[in-house]
C-alpha cells in the first residue's frame, strides 16, 4: 500500500497525548495501523511524552505509597480498573464469531464493522451515497460512519467543526486537496470546504469520523441530514 | 541501587539510573528492589502529570501508582529496542488516566497486534539505542526557545488543541501553529537526521 497523504502533526499529537475523542482516536489508529511514516512518527511524539514526564518537577507522594504498591506486587493480578471489561470492545453482534481479518479493513476497525464490507446493512443518504452508522462508541463523541460513493457521485458540499478525518478503505475519491486512494487520510482543517467525488468506476468507501456533525452547505443536503441523522 | 545499573549521560550530566535495565530486571525476576527504584524515581513524576492535567491531589495520587503497578504488571512486555524507558512509562500513565478517569476508549498500538506490519525502515542498521537517541530528543528539546517549547509542551504533553493553546497563551491561532511546526521541524532535523533516521 502506497500511502500519499498523512495524519497532521497537530492530530497525531493529540493522539499520542490521549486527546482525542473516541470516533477520532478509532481513525487515526486505523490510519497508523496501516502507515509505518505516520507510527514512526507518533513514536517521536511518544518520545517527547515521555522526555517530559522525566524532566517534570516530581510531587510527593504519601509517605506509605511505596509500601502499599508493594504489598500489591505479589498478589496475583487483580482486574485493575483499567483493564477493559471483556464486553467492552465491540457492541458488534458476531464478535464471538471467528473473525477472519479482511485486509481492506483495517485492525482497529474490525470489532466495528462486519467481516466483509459487502455485508455492510447500507443506509441511502442521497443518490448515488450510502452510509452506515458505527455503534459502539462513545455516542456524545462526534460521528464515525462508513460511506459508500458510487462512481462519479459527490458529497454535497460541507463545512465541518473541529476536526474531519477521512480514511479511503477502497476505491479513491478526489476534492479540492487531491486524489485520496486506499490508506490515504484526509486530515482536515476546520476552515475547509471540500466536495470530495468517487473518481474511479468502482464505489469508494471511506471511513469517516467527525468532531462535530458535517455542515452541509446547501438546502438538500441539510434535509438529508435531518433525516439521516448523521 | 544496582551500580550496574548506572549510566553516564556524558560530561556535566548528573549519574542517572539505567531505567530500562531496571525494567528489564523486574521483567525478567520480578527484582523488586529494581521496582523500589523505579518507584522512587517516577511515582512522584507521574503524579505530578496527573496533578498537572486537572487531577485532584488524592485522584493523581491513586492514579501514580496504578501506573506503576501496571509496569510492574506490564515489564515482561518491555523491549529497550522499541522504547525507551521514559516513553514507555509514560504512555502506561497516559492509558491509565483515560481508561480511569475518562472511561473512554482509546485505540493504542498495544491494543493490537501490529507484529504482522513490518516497518520498512526498520531493519538492522537503523535499529539504534532508543536511550541514546532519547538523550538527543531531549537535548534538542533544552535548547528550543522558550515560546517554542512551552506550545510543544502544552500540546504533545497536556494533549491541549491547538484552539486551546491560543485562548490559554492569548495568541492567534496561526501563530500557535507555526511555532509547533517550527519547534518539531528543528527536533526532527537535530535528532533524527543524527541517528539516520527519516526526517
Known amino acids: 500500500m502506497s500511502i500519499h497523504h498523512h495524519l497532521s502533526d497537530a492530530t497525531l499529537g493529540a493522539f499520542t497525548a490521549g486527546a482525542l475523542i473516541e470516533s477520532i482516536s478509532l481513525v487515526v489508529a486505523s490510519h497508523i495501523s496501516n502507515c509505518p511514516d505516520c507510527r514512526k512518527r507518533r513514536d517521536q511524539l511518544e518520545d517527547i511524552g515521555g522526555i ?22 505479589g498478589k496475583q493480578k487483580l482486574p485493575l480498573a483499567s483493564d477493559p471489561p471483556n464486553d467492552s470492545i465491540s457492541s458488534f453482534p458476531n464478535e464471538s464469531a471467528p473473525r477472519r481479518g479482511n485486509p481492506e479493513i483495517p485492525k482497529p476497525l474490525r470489532a466495528y464493522v462486519p467481516d466483509r464490507l459487502e455485508d455492510v ?4 443518504m442521497a443518490p448515488g451515497i450510502k452510509y452506515f452508522a458505527i455503534a459502539g462508541l462513545n455516542k456524545a463523541d462526534g460521528t464515525l460512519s462508513l460511506l459508500k460513493i458510487s462512481p462519479g457521485a459527490n458529497i454535497p458540499e460541507h463545512r465541518h467543526q473541529g476536526i474531519e478525518l477521512t480514511q479511503v478503505l477502497k476505491g479513491s475519491f478526489s476534492d479540492e486537496i487531491g486524489r485520496f486512494g486506499v490508506g490515504d487520510i484526509a486530515d482536515l482543517d476546520d476552515d475547509i470546504e471540500h466536495q470530495p467525488i468517487a473518481d474511479t468506476n468502482e464505489a469508494c468507501i471511506c471511513l469517516i469520523a467527525t468532531e462535530a456533525p458535517l455542515k452541509f452547505t446547501g438546502l438538500m443536503p441539510r434535509l438529508v441530514q435531518y433525516f439521516s441523522g448523521m | 541501587m544496582n551500580k550496574q545499573a548506572q549510566i553516564s549521560l556524558g560530561s556535566g550530566d548528573k549519574e542517572q539510573p539505567n531505567f530500562s535495565l531496571l525494567l528489564l530486571s523486574i521483567g525478567q525476576t520480578q527484582d523488586k528492589a529494581a521496582f523500589a527504584d523505579l518507584f522512587q524515581h517516577f511515582a512522584p513524576r507521574v503524579k505530578s502529570y496527573m496533578l498537572k492535567l486537572g487531577s485532584a491531589d488524592e485522584m493523581a495520587e491513586e492514579l501514580a501508582q496504578q501506573t506503576l503497578l501496571q509496569v510492574w504488571r506490564k515489564a515482561q512486555l518491555f523491549d529497550p529496542d ?3 524507558a521514559s516513553t514507555w512509562i509514560f504512555r502506561i500513565a497516559r492509558n491509565i488516566r483515560i481508561d480511569v478517569l475518562r472511561k473512554k476508549k482509546h485505540f493504542f498500538d498495544d491494543d493490537f497486534d501490529l507484529a504482522e506490519i513490518k516497518d520498512e525502515q526498520e531493519n538492522a542498521e537503523v535499529k539504534i539505542n532508543r536511550e541514546q537517541k532519547i538523550r538527543h530528543v531531549a537535548l534538542a528539546l533544552a535548547e528550543l526557545p522558550q515560546n517554542q517549547a512551552k506550545v510543544i509542551r502544552m500540546s504533545f504533553y497536556d494533549g491541549l488543541s491547538h484552539g486551546e493553546i491560543a485562548k490559554q497563551l492569548e495568541l492567534p491561532l496561526g501563530t500557535v501553529k507555526s511555532r509547533i511546526r517550527l519547534a518539531f521541524g528543528r527536533l526532527r532535523e537535530s535528532v533524527y537526521l543524527e541517528s539516520g533516521e527519516m526526517a
Open chain 1, 52 to 73: 517530559q514526564l522525566q524532566h517534570t518537577e516530581p510531587e510527593d507522594m504519601s509517605p506509605d505509597a511505596l509500601q502499599k504498591v508493594m504489598i500489591k506486587l
Open chain 1, 121 to 124: 446493512d447500507w443506509k441511502s
Open chain 2, 82 to 84: 522499541k522504547a525507551a
